[in-house]
């Protein structure tokens, strides 16, 4: 009986690991299939003597899209937005670091790599770079995981960039954990400290500058950051570098094993995130976004942020809004079943979301299995059915659809479910989900033209997210929603 | 204990005619290591003749022996069938009545011969002309098997069984083609030299094998099994390393170790004869009036947008679809070019079954806007190009998945983690010379010759010989005193050293992509540029070249040169190890001795531009 005992707990330790690093994935939303009626993913074709890792990306003047590589090449590729894909690569530049983020402007390419900003130019004309201008490499870098990821131009010229963590954990090297602002004639700006491992950076419809933040100590799951110039935003380990800033050491550090909402109180500096993403529910390892200024070519979710999953191989949205002075918003799935880890994502002159990316032999899964891809995700031309929107008012939610909803179930509170958590604020690594609480719905209000519900609750919970379950919402036509989940994230409730 | 390789290496020399029955020389070698082959990678045993066969032939990389001992392994050579399909899984004798290679070559007009070593139990059949070793036969004096006969030839096995060849390749038919065995008894047990080879390396060290204590734990269970071990089966006689290993002695006796390397000797001359005994017709070679729009032509054609030789060969080790014919950076070291051009008319002349299409078909060539579409100046183009060798341009759609980065006839760049920093430059230029430079601290730290660089993502290692380092620190600094240290970063100074004034600003390249890297030192823009050339003795070098742009006049400081601990100078050179830095411009500089050594240049720059000129040599 021993015997037969130890084998079935060696039998059961053998398949632990195994049975980890799913769960660690987790289950898909399932809804692919359904995804593919009206957002297809294209294909764009790399050819074999092309040694495309895709880090970062851009749109030309000329209409091609450029391609920046773990390799440290960009490629200028023409055709990659017709249908069917006929791509023409050209090596635009190369020799570089690994490149994360690409911007365009004036005649030139900006490329972030680990260690600097370098404008990229061609000044002969003669269709290859010859000139690379580092802007600035006077932050620290010196050490595995000190990612640097960095905006577009902001209307100013500027480049934002958002240095990881020394070793994913530490700050040993000048402004890691900072953001920094990048001007036209190379001066670098610290901007806020607090930072993990922060991947894309890039605007919202307002212009407000936002980074994705990881998972990890002092983070309980992903999260938008807004980079406030003055704030800290979170991990506390990048204080050491206050003194070459210019700005005065916060009074106060953040307390472990604490809350958001409390500390935030306590650390004046400290600034929430603005959209919290539920760990493996709502992506793992986000990378870049990108707001959707399309003008409606991608369908009804204009002045939206797209952000993609490394681990998940997935695409999902996000919206914003300022309330009491602070950012926050929701998210809400959009599109899985890429092919490869997604770095980051571009929208075409023609409206179409690119999301390119690659897998590592290194230690993180991903549920795409391609090495690397260049995708795109274009739209049908039909109309999901979908929240569209979800903005907070004083007593409740104003939901927002893609088309109109069945008013009878619309106005019945029992149609929705909500629950709300939030994390634990701690320095050890990411969180569970704590403090549920199950706010009732008093009331469920769609408008006339059908195309909003203003659902009342009883208590709406700061600091909390909101987790939506809209699963029996029905359109006037009669079907399901596309995707029946949303998650707002509350850091202030308005006053009016 | 060591376990014994039995390792067959066979050579196969397919004749230059080789029109449709090209003749055949099978040379073979008992027992032969394939690391026992300096074209294998031996550092030990230097196998000029069988290197050239390797170089101007091809090597297998990827070959594999159906059975890798003595009889057996013969039988496998002569049926091309596993052993328990041609009737020989042991030591047993050999149906002579089996489908075997010369069978068909002599039906198919072949004079066949074998000569030396045999060993299958029965006499050879099919063969016009043999003459073996009865058995294992014998290193001195042997005996021979022929045809009703024996006869014992004077002298030793090795240089006998090769004279025999020679004479088989005067006597034969002239009117056939030729199939000729010559099968060495060497280098198999028990290692007797010939006497001039007896003290090859009597005083060369050669290192014990990492694997000579090996304890099988990561092996194969049935390796343990192995009967034959240095330490059980090797008699005294053979290597002595029994009592090397058991009884603790502790010098091997290598005078025996020398096989390997006398049949080598014995494949020179044999080649030589063999390139005589048949001739090609002569190719006609027309005249180039432009030497550079002939290379140009080779260019086009070679790349995806002319007969896209790439995607079926590889170009300088870069493989760019899914074969790997023949590196055609290396087609004019290892072809002829008689030979080349009248392949390359019909390539189905010299092998009915090749794939390689022709371009040129009747003569005419599919490509009539290159070169006015003449066939002859086309061919020769293609030559011209690839006589550049690794330097030619990189051809239209050359693959560049390699993670070695190779230099063609520009500068190839590649930044990253690299062994001088995580902002590392690595610089490779057409002459064969590199350079890293970290753009941190704005320091040049490493030169070296050869190979460039391997890359990964975001990583650089250099590769190549000769290297030489310089300590990580700034290049210019205003130190009070010469007694004082130079600046360094330190774990602390997280400033540093934009805390110097220092501040990096990038590159640009020039025509052959030679970056001139700019940086900042306080308010003097620094333009730094390195030109490889070659001195008089054809030795690749570096002029260095630093510009100064001042606003206003600059109060002295120092560049320092080069560091280390030995430096002696002569004049404006400065000899660091290996390494000597030569001022060329009208500048001095002086010498710091000590554990920290360095030589620094005393700077005083005017307002305006001004010049300091080196040159590295190593």
Same mark, same amino acid.
């Given at each position: 009986?021993?015997?037969?005992?130890?084998?079935?707990?060696?039998?059961?330790?053998?398949?632990?690991?195994?049975?980890?690093?799913?769960?660690?994935?987790?289950?898909?939303?399932?809804?692919?299939?359904?995804?593919?009626?009206?957002?297809?993913?294209?294909?764009?074709?790399?050819?074999?003597?092309?040694?495309?890792?895709?880090?970062?990306?851009?749109?030309?003047?000329?209409?091609?899209?450029?391609?920046?590589?773990?390799?440290?090449?960009?490629?200028?590729?023409?055709?990659?937005?017709?249908?069917?894909?006929?791509?023409?690569?050209?090596?635009?530049?190369?020799?570089?670091?690994?490149?994360?983020?690409?911007?365009?402007?004036?005649?030139?390419?900006?490329?972030?790599?680990?260690?600097?900003?370098?404008?990229?130019?061609?000044?002969?004309?003669?269709?290859?770079?010859?000139?690379?201008?580092?802007?600035?490499?006077?932050?620290?870098?010196?050490?595995?995981?000190?990612?640097?990821?960095?905006?577009?131009?902001?209307?100013?010229?500027?480049?934002?960039?958002?240095?990881?963590?020394?070793?994913?954990?530490?700050?040993? $090297?000048?402004?890691?954990?900072?953001?920094?602002?990048?001007? !036209?004639?190379?001066?670098?700006?610290?901007?806020?400290?607090?930072?993990?491992?922060?991947?894309?950076?890039? !605007?919202?419809? #307002?212009?407000?500058?936002?980074?994705?933040?990881?998972?990890?100590?002092?983070?309980?799951?992903?999260?938008?950051?807004?980079?406030?110039?003055?704030?800290?935003?979170?991990?506390?380990?990048?204080?050491?570098?206050?003194?070459?800033?210019?700005?005065?050491?916060?009074?106060? #550090?953040?307390?472990?094993?604490?809350?958001?909402?409390?500390?935030?109180?306590?650390?004046?500096?400290?600034?929430?995130?603005?959209?919290?993403?539920?760990?493996?529910?709502?992506?793992?390892?986000?990378?870049?976004?990108?707001?959707?200024?399309?003008?409606?070519?991608?369908?009804?979710?204009?002045?939206?942020?797209?952000?993609?999953?490394?681990?998940?191989?997935?695409?999902?949205?996000?919206?914003?809004?300022?309330? $009491?002075?602070?950012?926050?918003?929701?998210?809400?799935?959009?599109?899985?079943?890429?092919?490869?880890?997604?770095?980051?994502?571009?929208?075409?002159?023609?409206?179409?979301?690119?999301?390119?990316?690659?897998?590592?032999?290194?230690?993180?899964?991903?549920?795409?299995?391609?090495?690397?891809?260049?995708?795109?995700?274009?739209?049908?031309?039909?109309?999901?059915?979908?929240?569209?929107?979800?903005?907070?008012?004083?007593?409740?939610?104003?939901?927002?659809?893609?088309? !109109?909803? $069945?008013?009878?179930?619309?106005?019945? !509170?029992?149609?929705?479910?909500?629950?709300?958590?939030?994390?634990?604020?701690?320095?050890?690594?990411?969180?569970?989900?704590?403090?549920?609480?199950?706010?009732?719905?008093?009331?469920?209000?769609?408008?006339?033209?059908?195309?909003?519900?203003?659902?009342?609750?009883?208590?709406?919970?700061?600091?909390?997210?909101?987790?939506?379950?809209?699963?029996?919402?029905?359109?006037?036509?009669?079907?399901?929603?596309?995707? $029946?989940?949303?998650?707002?994230?509350?850091?202030?409730?308005?006053?009016? | 204990?060591?376990?014994?390789?039995?390792?067959?290496?066979?050579?196969?020399?397919?004749?230059?005619?080789?029109?449709?029955?090209?003749?055949?020389?099978?040379?073979?070698?008992?027992?032969?290591?394939?690391?026992?082959?300096?074209?294998?990678?031996?550092?030990?045993?230097?196998?000029?003749?069988?290197?050239?066969?390797?170089?101007?032939?091809?090597?297998?990389?990827?070959?594999?022996?159906?059975?890798?001992?003595?009889?057996?392994?013969?039988?496998?050579?002569?049926?091309?069938?596993?052993?328990?399909?041609?009737?020989?899984?042991?030591?047993?004798?050999?149906?002579?009545?089996?489908?075997?290679?010369?069978?068909?070559?002599?039906?198919?007009?072949?004079?066949?011969?074998?000569?030396?070593?045999?060993?299958?139990?029965?006499?050879?059949?099919?063969?016009?002309?043999?003459?073996?070793?009865?058995?294992?036969?014998?290193?001195?004096?042997?005996?021979?098997?022929?045809?009703?006969?024996?006869?014992?030839?004077?002298?030793?096995?090795?240089?006998?069984?090769?004279?025999?060849?020679?004479?088989?390749?005067?006597?034969?038919?002239?009117?056939?083609?030729?199939?000729?065995?010559?099968?060495?008894?060497?280098?198999?047990?028990?290692?007797?030299?010939?006497?001039?080879?007896?003290?090859?390396?009597?005083?060369?060290?050669?290192?014990?094998?990492?694997?000579?204590?090996?304890?099988?734990?990561?092996?194969?269970?049935?390796?343990?099994?192995?009967?034959?071990?240095?330490?059980?089966?090797?008699?005294?006689?053979?290597?002595?390393?029994?009592?090397?290993?058991?009884?603790?002695?502790?010098?091997?006796?290598?005078?025996?170790?020398?096989?390997?390397?006398?049949?080598?000797?014995?494949?020179? &001359?044999?080649?030589?004869?063999?390139?005589?005994?048949?001739?090609?017709?002569?190719?006609?070679?027309?005249?180039?009036?432009?030497?550079?729009?002939?290379?140009?032509?080779?260019?086009?054609?070679?790349?995806?947008?002319?007969?896209?030789?790439?995607?079926?060969?590889?170009?300088?080790?870069?493989?760019?679809?899914?074969?790997?014919?023949?590196?055609?950076?290396?087609?004019?070291?290892?072809?002829?070019?008689?030979?080349?051009?009248?392949?390359?008319?019909?390539?189905?002349?010299? &092998?009915?079954?090749?794939?390689?299409?022709?371009?040129?078909?009747?003569?005419?060539?599919?490509?009539?806007?290159?070169?006015?579409?003449?066939?002859?100046?086309?061919?020769?183009?293609?030559?011209?190009?690839?006589?550049?060798?690794?330097?030619?341009?990189?051809?239209?759609?050359?693959?560049?998945?390699?993670?070695?980065?190779?230099?063609?006839?520009?500068?190839?760049?590649?930044?990253?983690?690299?062994?001088?920093?995580?902002?590392?430059?690595?610089?490779?230029?057409?002459?064969?010379?590199?350079?890293?430079?970290?753009?941190?601290?704005?320091?040049?730290?490493?030169?070296?010759?050869?190979?460039?660089?391997?890359?990964?993502?975001?990583?650089?290692?250099?590769?190549?010989?000769?290297?030489?380092?310089?300590?990580?620190?700034?290049?210019? &600094?205003?130190?009070?005193?010469?007694?004082?240290?130079?600046?360094?970063? *330190?774990?602390?100074?997280?400033?540093?050293?934009?805390?110097? *004034?220092?501040?990096?600003? =990038?590159?640009?390249?020039?025509?052959?992509?030679?970056?001139?890297?700019?940086?900042?030192?306080?308010?003097?823009?620094?333009?730094?540029?390195?030109?490889?050339?070659?001195?008089?003795? =054809?030795?690749?070098?570096?002029?260095?070249?630093?510009?100064?742009?001042?606003?206003?006049?600059?109060?002295?400081?120092?560049?320092?040169?080069?560091?280390?601990?030995?430096?002696?100078?002569?004049?404006?050179t400065f000899t660091v190890d290996k390494l000597q830095v030569r001022i060329t411009s009208d500048h001095q500089g002086v010498v710091r001795e000590g554990e920290n050594g360095d030589v620094l240049i005393p700077l005083t720059l005017p307002k305006g531009r001004s010049?300091?000129?080196?040159?590295?040599?190593?």
């Amino acid at each position: 009986m021993v015997n037969a005992r130890t084998i079935l707990i060696l039998t059961v330790l053998a398949l632990a690991p195994q049975l980890r690093a799913e769960e660690d994935l987790g289950e898909m939303w399932g809804t692919a299939a359904e995804e593919a009626k009206y957002y297809p993913i294209v294909n764009i074709p790399i050819p074999a003597a092309v040694p495309m890792r895709p880090g970062g990306l851009e749109i030309l003047p000329d209409g091609r899209l450029a391609v920046g590589t773990r390799r440290g090449d960009i490629y200028f590729v023409k055709g990659a937005f017709d249908t069917p894909p006929k791509p023409e690569y050209h090596l635009f530049a190369s020799g570089q670091d690994e490149i994360f983020s690409l911007s365009w402007r004036d005649g030139a390419m900006t490329a972030t790599t680990w260690g600097e900003v370098t404008r990229i130019s061609d000044t002969d004309g003669d269709g290859v770079a010859d000139r690379y201008d580092t802007l600035t490499n006077n932050w620290g870098y010196g050490e595995y995981h000190e990612f640097a990821f960095a905006s577009k131009h902001d209307p100013e010229g500027n480049i934002w960039v958002a240095l990881g963590l020394s070793s994913s954990y530490e700050s040993h $090297n000048l402004f890691r954990g900072w953001a920094v602002k990048v001007t !036209p004639d190379g001066k670098m700006i610290p901007l806020c400290s607090g930072l993990r491992s922060p991947a894309g950076v890039g !605007p919202n419809a #307002e212009g407000a500058m936002f980074a994705i933040e990881s998972q990890g100590p002092w983070n309980g799951c992903c999260s938008l950051k807004h980079l406030k110039e003055g704030a800290f935003l979170g991990h506390p380990a990048s204080y050491n570098w206050y003194p070459f800033s210019g700005m005065k050491v916060p009074e106060r #550090e953040p307390m472990s094993d604490s809350r958001m909402g409390i500390e935030k109180k306590r650390v004046k500096e400290l600034v929430p995130p603005a959209v919290r993403f539920p760990y493996i529910k709502m992506g793992r390892s986000i990378s870049g976004f990108r707001l959707n200024k399309t003008g409606g070519k991608f369908g009804p979710f204009d002045g939206q942020l797209f952000l993609g999953d490394y681990s998940l191989s997935i695409i999902m949205r996000a919206t914003t809004e300022q309330v $009491n002075g602070v950012w926050q918003g929701a998210c809400y799935p959009f599109r899985e079943g890429l092919a490869t880890g997604i770095m980051n994502v571009e929208f075409s002159p023609k409206g179409q979301l690119i999301a390119a990316g690659f897998t590592t032999n290194r230690q993180w899964p991903v549920r795409g299995t391609e090495p690397f891809a260049l995708q795109r995700i274009d739209w049908s031309g039909v109309v999901p059915f979908e929240v569209k929107e979800i903005n907070i008012r004083k007593d409740g939610f104003l939901l927002t659809f893609t088309k !109109p909803v $069945n008013k009878d179930t619309a106005a019945r !509170p029992d149609t929705y479910t909500i629950t709300t958590y939030t994390h634990i604020y701690q320095g050890a690594y990411g969180s569970p989900e704590v403090d549920q609480t199950t706010p009732r719905i008093t009331e469920a209000t769609p408008s006339a033209d059908g195309l909003t519900v203003y659902l009342h609750l009883d208590k709406i919970t700061e600091d909390h997210i909101h987790d939506f379950d809209l699963g029996k919402v029905l359109a006037q036509a009669g079907q399901h929603l596309l995707h $029946n989940k949303a998650y707002y994230t509350v850091n202030e409730i308005p006053r009016e | 204990m060591k376990r014994r390789l039995v390792f067959l290496t066979l050579l196969a020399v397919v004749s230059a005619r080789a029109a449709d029955r090209p003749n055949i020389i099978f040379i073979f070698s008992d027992d032969h290591a394939q690391h026992a082959i300096s074209a294998y990678g031996s550092k030990v045993i230097q196998t000029p003749h069988l290197d050239r066969l390797a170089r101007e032939g091809a090597r297998f990389t990827r070959s594999f022996c159906l059975n890798s001992i003595c009889t057996p392994s013969r039988a496998t050579l002569l049926t091309g069938q596993y052993s328990h399909l041609n009737g020989v899984p042991a030591f047993n004798r050999f149906d002579g009545s089996r489908d075997h290679v010369a069978k068909h070559l002599q039906a198919g007009g072949y004079h066949t011969g074998i000569i030396g070593k045999w060993h299958l139990g029965s006499d050879p059949t099919d063969f016009d002309r043999w003459l073996v070793l009865p058995g294992q036969g014998a290193y001195w004096d042997p005996a021979f098997l022929a045809p009703g006969r024996t006869l014992t030839i004077e002298g030793h096995c090795t240089d006998i069984i090769t004279e025999l060849g020679l004479e088989f390749l005067k006597t034969r038919p002239k009117d056939k083609p030729f199939f000729l065995m010559l099968h060495h008894k060497a280098p198999h047990r028990n290692w007797a030299p010939a006497p001039r080879h007896i003290a090859m390396f009597k005083d060369k060290v050669i290192p014990e094998p990492a694997t000579l204590f090996d304890d099988y734990a990561t092996r194969p269970t049935a390796l343990p099994a192995n009967e034959q071990t240095i330490a059980r089966d090797l008699s005294r006689r053979d290597l002595k390393l029994a009592e090397v290993l058991l009884r603790g002695k502790r010098q091997r006796d290598y005078v025996d170790a020398a096989m390997p390397q006398f049949g080598e000797a014995n494949v020179g &001359h044999l080649l030589e004869l063999f390139g005589k005994v048949d001739q090609l017709e002569a190719a006609v070679f027309p005249k180039v009036a432009n030497i550079l729009e002939s290379k140009n032509a080779g260019y086009e054609m070679i790349g995806t947008d002319g007969l896209s030789c790439i995607v079926c060969h590889e170009f300088n080790g870069q493989k760019s679809g899914e074969m790997s014919a023949l590196d055609l950076a290396r087609v004019t070291e290892r072809l002829k070019k008689n030979w080349f051009a009248l392949y390359m008319r019909q390539p189905s002349r010299f &092998h009915p079954t090749v794939i390689m299409p022709s371009f040129w078909p009747d003569g005419q060539s599919t490509r009539p806007a290159i070169l006015g579409g003449d066939t002859a100046q086309q061919i020769e183009a293609l030559w011209s190009y690839l006589e550049d060798g690794t330097r030619a341009k990189k051809p239209v759609g050359l693959s560049r998945q390699s993670n070695e980065l190779r230099v063609g006839d520009t500068t190839e760049i590649c930044r990253g983690q690299s062994p001088v920093g995580y902002r590392g430059i690595g610089v490779g230029y057409p002459e064969r010379i590199s350079l890293a430079f970290d753009s941190g601290e704005m320091a040049l730290r490493q030169l070296w010759k050869g190979d460039f660089a391997s890359i990964d993502l975001g990583h650089f290692q250099p590769r190549g010989t000769d290297a030489i380092s310089f300590p990580p620190g700034i290049p210019f &600094h205003r130190l009070t005193s010469l007694e004082d240290n130079w600046p360094y970063k *330190g774990k602390t100074n997280h400033a540093f050293p934009q805390d110097h *004034g220092y501040q990096f600003r =990038g590159y640009t390249l020039d025509a052959a992509r030679r970056p001139t890297l700019l940086y900042h030192y306080g308010d003097i823009a620094v333009e730094d540029f390195f030109e490889d050339a070659r001195d008089k003795d =054809g030795q690749a070098y570096f002029k260095r070249t630093l510009r100064f742009d001042a606003p206003v006049e600059q109060s002295p400081f120092y560049f320092r040169a080069a560091a280390g601990k030995k430096i002696t100078a002569t004049d404006r050179t400065f000899t660091v190890d290996k390494l000597q830095v030569r001022i060329t411009s009208d500048h001095q500089g002086v010498v710091r001795e000590g554990e920290n050594g360095d030589v620094l240049i005393p700077l005083t720059l005017p307002k305006g531009r001004s010049t300091l000129t080196l040159e590295y040599q190593w």
